[in-house]
């Protein structure tokens, strides 16, 4: 069973910057991050491939730049012009199939709060 921690949640002014951290046990395929806002659905913030492939969620593209770093089997996202709609749990997820395809490899959620 792939155990993934997340690191590097916390309160964000509007406007500000934060990075979010997931390390994985093992190697992973895909790496990424969903998130959950009270009363919403859970949806896309970014996923990325070992192999650089990349997907955002529209809400995010252009202010969200998601990395990893294969070696140390670890994602990152870093956040800008952060709005207080992405206020959320993000949970980082893991994946042996694709970008397209939502793992079974869940963290155990970390909360962004952007509020000034």
């Known amino acids: 069973q792939v155990q993934l921690v997340e690191s590097g949640g916390g309160l964000v002014q509007p406007g500000g910057s934060l990075r979010l951290s997931c390390t994985a046990s093992e190697s992973v395929y895909v790496m990424g991050w969903y998130r959950q806002g009270p009363g919403r659905q859970r949806e896309l913030v970014a996923v990325i491939s070992s192999g650089g492939t990349t997907k955002y969620g529209n809400s995010v593209k252009d202010r969200f730049t998601i990395s990893r770093d294969n070696a140390k089997n670890t994602v990152y996202l870093q956040m800008r012009a952060m709005k207080p709609e992405d206020t959320a749990v993000y949970y980082c997820?893991?994946?042996?199939?694709?970008?397209?395809?939502?793992?079974?490899?869940w963290g155990q959620g970390t909360q962004v709060t952007v509020s000034s």
């Open positions: 997820n893991g994946d042996r199939v694709s970008v397209d395809h939502i793992g079974d490899y």
